[in-house]
């Protein structure tokens, strides 16, 4: 007999939306260390340009990882208890 190890519980996609902006703000600030570090500046405004990225990326991974749950959440529900 196999064991079902799967959990059917549904995912809360409000802690996965702040999880999400984890990775997104790391993937941001990482960006702007290394054009930081070369010199590689896009705007007249070089903080608003930063604080855009930032603010794009981390919305970014929170629906990336809503996204995910959602259609976990979906797929568990379309399966059943």
């Not at 196999?2 to 995912?11: D, E, F, L, P, Q």
């Not at 960006?31 to 930081?36: E, G, K, P, S």
């Not at 590689?40 to 930063?50: C, G, I, Q, V």
């Amino acid at each position: 007999m196999k064991r079902n190890t799967a959990s059917h519980s549904k995912w809360d996609l409000e802690s996965l939306g702040y999880v999400g902006v984890l990775p997104g703000a790391l993937l941001a600030v990482t960006h702007q260390i290394y054009a930081i570090s070369i010199g590689d500046f896009h705007s007249d405004y070089p903080f608003l340009h930063m604080m855009v990225e930032l603010i794009g990326a981390s919305l970014g991974g929170s629906l990336l990882f809503c996204g995910i749950g959602w259609i976990r959440n979906q797929h568990i529900a379309r399966q059943g208890p």
